[in-house]
């Protein structure tokens, strides 16, 4: 059951993911075990393609566990997780809808009707800065306008599990600041369960409770994790410089920097060979 507020817990008992490969088959994850309490906001960092992606699609039941299983609120996910809304790097908008349309476009595909429908968007669109957009077209959106419109998306369905795989990976350095502080906010009390991937360090403490290290690839797995206990509600503008931050980035940085070399030593092996 949910801990604390009303999102579902996760969990991953010993999964296993292998992909078909040229030589037969890549173990990307092996027996991996994260538990996620109701709740709470869980990053996810490792070095590039450990896997990350990976443990959130099982979550999302995209892709089925070649061993092991994923629990959600005590019970084995089966196909899609319905629970759950996703946030991905590349914003899935619909060129030819407006903002508003594009943010209603859930809601009419579960059968709400328009009025209801389009007084919700409005109201989403307004909740992530976007009014007086409603009729603009995604071509016609920044960067950061286009990602505020897929929050709004996700958002307005209420999953009670969010999903998020390099949000804001595309964003500026200003811009993804601004976003981070925002999805806080709407995060901060709402009792939703988030499972952040992120290659960034300081994202991942900025906004977590907790900070989870998946080891190099093949077979990664989880080999750290970290709580953060910096106070909320945070300012991220101002919590990057508190020592207490520098404190935990030193004490993951530790950890994962082997990684990254390993993934690295990896590389340049697989190169020379
Ligand atoms: N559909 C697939 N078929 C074959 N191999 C795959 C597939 N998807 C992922 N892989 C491999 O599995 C490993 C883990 O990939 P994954 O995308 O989960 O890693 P990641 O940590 O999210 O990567 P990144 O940091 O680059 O975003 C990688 O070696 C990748 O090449």
């Known amino acids: 059951m949910a801990e604390n507020g009303s999102g579902p817990a996760v969990a991953l008992e010993a999964v296993t993911i292998a992909y078909p490969a040229a030589t037969g088959k890549y173990t990307a994850v092996s027996e991996v075990d994260l538990t996620v309490p109701g709740g709470r906001f869980v990053a996810i960092v490792g070095p590039t393609g450990c896997g990350k992606s990976t443990v959130l699609n099982a979550v999302a039941g995209l892709r089925e566990p070649s061993a092991g299983r994923v629990l959600v609120d005590g019970e084995e996910l089966r196909g899609l997780n319905r629970r759950a809304g996703y946030l991905f790097q590349q914003d899935a908008l619909l060129p030819w809808k407006t903002v508003l349309d594009n943010v209603a476009f859930g809601l009419e595909l579960r059968g709400i009707g328009k009025r209801e429908r389009l007084e919700l968007a409005r109201d989403w669109v307004r909740r992530v800065g976007l009014g007086g957009f409603e009729q603009s077209y995604p071509h016609q959106l920044s960067g950061g306008m286009r990602k505020r419109t897929a929050v709004a998306q996700t958002w307005i369905g209420d999953p009670a599990l969010l999903l998020m795989d390099e949000p804001f990976?595309?964003?500026?350095?200003?811009?993804?600041?601004?976003?981070?502080?925002?999805?806080?906010?709407?995060?901060?009390?709402?009792?939703?369960?988030?499972?952040?991937?992120?290659?960034?360090?300081?994202?991942?403490?900025?906004?977590?409770?907790?900070?989870?290290?998946?080891?190099?690839?093949?077979?990664?797995?989880?080999?750290?994790?970290?709580?953060?206990?910096?106070?909320?509600?945070?300012?991220?503008?101002?919590?990057?410089?508190?020592?207490?931050?520098?404190?935990?980035?030193?004490?993951?940085w530790a950890d994962l920097r082997d990684e990254v070399m390993a993934t690295y030593d990896r590389d340049v092996n697989r190169t020379k060979a």
């Open 169 to 252: 990976g595309a964003l500026d350095v200003q811009t993804r600041q601004v976003m981070e502080n925002e999805l806080l906010g709407l995060w901060t009390g709402s009792g939703k369960t988030v499972l952040f991937v992120t290659h960034d360090l300081d994202e991942a403490i900025s906004l977590a409770d907790e900070v989870v290290l998946l080891s190099a690839g093949p077979a990664s797995r989880v080999v750290g994790r970290y709580p953060v206990d910096l106070p909320r509600p945070r300012d991220l503008l101002d919590i990057r410089a508190a020592p207490e931050f520098t404190e935990i980035y030193r004490s993951i």
